[in-house]
């Protein structure tokens, strides 16, 4: 599932959707979206598909954003772990759908839905909550794109000497998100790219 998400560009038209979401929401009610989607995706794929998907659109969305990747990918992960609501979301909830079958009276969808929706409800903000306090303490996620992700040759960023302030930080240098269909005065632009500011 994960190559077909690359493969098809469907990871790259989702991460531009999120990357355009950092804009209007940013911090926790981003990690709140974040977290709903990968829990949504989450009860109908298994966990480790979910992980591979959910995962690769997000990092493309903080790429696109030239935002910190672990402000994505944080509440991400956690997301996947979120499979309360469905027997299909997690092996160990098809084990308990399986075992209760020998009970007098066996558990059916409902029971898991009723059960799992209002934990992940109260999980959701909760995560994110603590991801934006804890994430920024112990993984610095709220810190500016950190220029090491450019020195990777799959990412298509590279590290100008533009001095600003990005996110609150004054930095001399900025990573540059590399455009694919740029036009610069109406043509088309080879070699545009996208500072934070």
Not at 73 to 94: D, E, W
Request: proline share 6%; aromatic share 6%.
């Amino acid at each position: 599932i994960g190559k077909g998400f690359t493969e098809s560009g469907l990871e790259q038209t989702m991460g531009h959707w999120f990357a355009s979401s950092t804009e209007l929401l940013g911090g926790f009610p981003l990690a709140v979206v974040v977290l709903a989607t990968g829990s949504l995706a989450t009860q109908f794929l298994s966990t480790a598909a979910c992980a591979t998907t959910i995962l690769a659109v997000l990092q493309s969305a903080a790429l696109n954003a030239v935002v910190n990747p672990l402000q994505f990918l944080l509440p991400g992960t956690i997301a996947c772990s979120l499979a309360f609501m469905l027997p299909t979301a997690a092996p160990s909830n098809v084990v308990v759908l399986a075992r209760s079958q020998e009970l007098s009276q066996s558990l059916r969808a409902r029971d898991f839905m009723l059960t799992g929706l209002p934990v992940t409800l109260l999980a959701i903000p909760l995560i994110a909550f603590l991801g934006q306090h804890l994430g920024a303490a112990m993984f610095e996620a709220d810190a500016a794109f950190p220029l090491s992700v450019c020195a990777d040759p799959m990412v298509s960023c590279e590290v100008l000497p533009i001095p600003g302030t990005v996110q609150g930080e004054f930095k001399d240098a900025q990573a540059c998100h590399l455009l694919d269909h740029a036009t610069l005065a109406g043509k088309p632009c080879q070699t545009c790219c996208q500072l934070w500011n």
